[in-house]
């Protein structure tokens, strides 16, 4: 997974940029190997004009291979919100492949009924 950071309104640090590639890496495991995706991750802080004192922001957009994902957080420390950035992705992830799993369940329920319906008329 080709991960990419940038940091807006603070300097991006090798230990900043180490810790949220470590954590986010293991999204990787959610897509199928052939059909990485690109995961753009921002992190910064918040101006001062929309909230007071220090708040940080980190924002994770996974696009390509016909997916789209988008998770933001912000809170009072950068790697707290790195950490919950992690967890809200992983959770629309996971809504989503849910969601394509169990219509897949309801297509194919949908046919059996349907060759049953017609198995059964003379």
């Known amino acids: 997974m080709n991960i990419q950071i940038k940091a ?10 180490s ?13 199928e190997t052939d059909k ?4 753009f991750v921002e992190l910064g802080k918040e101006s001062n004009h929309h909230k007071s004192g220090d708040i940080f922001r980190a924002e994770v957009r996974i ?4 997916q789209d994902f988008y998770a933001v957080s912000l809170t009072e420390d950068l790697y707290t919100a790195i950490d919950k ?7 629309e992830i996971t809504k989503t492949k849910g969601k394509r799993e169990t219509m ?9 009924d349907a060759m049953r319906y017609f198995k059964d008329r003379p």
């Not at 807006?8 to 940029?17: D, F, H, K, N, R």
């Not at 810790?19 to 897509?31: C, N, T």
């Not at 990485?36 to 995961?39: A, G």
């Not at 897949?104 to 059996?112: L, Q």
């Open 36 to 39: 990485m995706p690109n995961m």
């Open 8 to 17: 807006t309104g603070i300097e991006l640090t090798p230990a900043i940029s």
């Open 104 to 112: 897949m369940r309801k297509g194919g329920r949908m046919i059996k």
């Open 63 to 66: 696009g390509g291979a016909g």
């Open 19 to 31: 810790y949220a590639e470590k954590r986010l890496d293991s999204i990787k495991k959610y897509f």
């Open 85 to 91: 950035v992690k967890d809200e992705i992983i959770r």
